[in-house]
């Protein structure tokens, strides 16, 4: 019997999560991408957003850690941080600053390159895994029978290198949200998929930082910080994660278009101009480490793959190459890591011979994807001038989910349960349970009793004394 083959395209997160899972399966998984990979945790050119904040969801920690034990070990080890985010951050929400209250989400906060280096390293551990590094996929092999099938890849290296094509059962896309593997579709006289977009127009500026612990305040509670945008003046939101060896990022996040600036002087200034300013404060005992760093490539965008009219047979796509959210809600990686599982729980259920694995693992993924899809274009769309098509339910759903987070400080509860489905450890349809509408209502009403609470923005710094046991 000859030897089974699969090949990644791409070296993203998803990409080695899915090489991971389909090495139990074939018994050569070979990922192809275009950079060099860097000896230890550092930049690459492909992966442009790393340079600024990334959460790990309680959920991706949790399936990394599956796919690659040792994986939650190691990223300690080298300095990530454990992060209660009711009791490690300082959060300004719109009506002022949620109370410091622990909860039962526990996240790991750390660079995008360290988490990416960590999973290398223990993929590389895996004998039937090969990384073919500085190659670019540039097109399909196919054999056209009753039905399209690829066979292989095209493959050219990026040092001035023959050519070559690898010959493969199941190709993967795994690129990212550029991946340009539609066109190749289109090019072999197929549609291509029909695709939702969704963009509110947002940008991040980010600058990374050298911390210094012994000058800051000892009553300075908090690990990192959490500003929410308001109104149109105010429509700047600001964040300050801490990372691994005494590091902290900070990024701006414009919205509708306000788009933060990228010199670093305005960067500074626009710290102040928060509404609190509790982050330039930060920010004035640090030393900086870096230019200021611009991204704005974060509409959401979904190939439906799953309503696709065309059929190529052992191909699928999964994680920004099938569907990309917009990065501030941080659902990427944990979602290129489920997507990787149900491909791999798919291929348990139906064999690798199986050519009907590419349609019903795009459904199954559908499936998946439309609760992330759903979480973050309802928050998108909540942003004045977000260009796309709003669902009739969204419309319905959408008050009453900005009610949800507005009560969330109010009641234990509530906000636990919103943390459970950010998280992914719960779906969103948790969030429509009859015992949790029941607190959101009582919740609400307390409120209209009492009316609003006062926003504080004259002072804008936390309360120091407020939970600071905790």
């Known amino acids: 019997m000859e030897n089974t083959h699969a090949i ?21 998984v070979t990922v192809i991408d275009r950079d060099a990979y860097p000896v230890g945790a550092h930049e690459r050119p492909g992966v442009p957003q790393s340079r600024h904040v990334h959460a790990l969801l309680m959920r991706g920690r949790l399936e990394l850690d599956r796919l690659f034990p040792g994986f939650e070990k190691t990223m300690i080890e080298r300095g990530a941080i454990e992060i209660n985010f009711g009791r490690d951050f300082a959060a300004l929400r719109a009506d002022g600053w949620a109370e410091r209250r622990p909860n039962t989400i526990t996240t790991l906060f750390a660079s995008r390159v360290l988490i990416e280096a960590t999973v290398r390293e223990l993929i590389r551990k895996l004998p039937n895994v090969e990384l073919i590094e500085r190659a670019e996929a540039v097109g399909f092999e196919t054999v056209r029978g009753d039905m399209i099938r690829v066979s292989g890849v095209k493959v050219s290296p990026r040092d001035g290198g023959a050519a070559f094509t690898l010959s493969g059962d199941l190709i993967v896309d795994a690129s990212g949200r550029t991946t340009k593997i539609p066109s190749w579709i ?4 197929l549609p291509m998929p029909p695709e939702t977009v969704v963009d509110s127009h947002t940008g991040y500026a980010s600058r990374w930082y050298k911390a210094n612990p012994d000058r800051r305040p000892k009553n300075w509670w908090w690990k990192g910080i ?3 945008p308001i109104a149109e003046n105010l429509s700047t939101a600001g964040v300050m994660f801490p990372v691994e060896n005494n590091r902290i990022i900070v990024s701006l996040a414009g919205i509708g278009g306000h788009y933060p600036p990228s010199d670093e002087a305005e960067f ?17 005992l640090a030393e900086p480490m870096s230019q200021v760093y611009s991204y704005r490539q974060m509409a ?7 309503r696709w009219g065309a059929r190529l047979d052992g191909f699928v796509a999964l994680g920004d190459s099938s569907c990309a959210f917009n990065p501030v809600y941080g659902q990427g990686m944990t979602s290129g890591a489920l997507s990787a599982i149900l491909l791999g729980e798919c291929l348990e259920k139906n064999g690798i011979n199986d050519v009907e694995v590419p349609r019903k693992f795009f459904a199954a993924q559908a499936r998946f994807q439309a609760e992330p899809w759903g979480l973050a274009t309802a928050s998108d769309f909540r942003v004045p001038g977000t260009e796309g098509k709003r669902p009739l339910m969204s419309r319905v759903l959408d008050p009453l989910l900005g009610k949800m987070f507005q009560v969330a400080n109010d009641d234990p509860a509530i906000g636990e349960r919103l943390g459970e489905v950010i998280n992914m450890m719960k779906p969103p349809s948790a969030l429509f349970e009859l015992s949790l509408l029941k607190l959101i209502a009582k919740a609400w009403s307390r409120r209209l009793i009492r009316g609003k609470r006062q926003q504080k923005e004259a002072a804008s710094m936390p309360p120091l004394a407020l939970g600071a046991e905790g």
């Open 300 to 306: 959401n965008r979904w190939r439906h793959y799953e």
């Open 268 to 284: 500074t200034a626009k710290l102040a101009q928060l509404r609190s300013p509790i982050i330039a404060e930060e920010v004035a």
């Open 226 to 228: 959490w500003i929410d």
């Open 8 to 28: 990644v395209i791409g070296g993203s997160m998803a990409g080695l999560c899915a090489a991971r899972e389909l090495s139990r399966f074939y018994d050569k």
């Open 186 to 189: 289109e090019a072999m006289g």
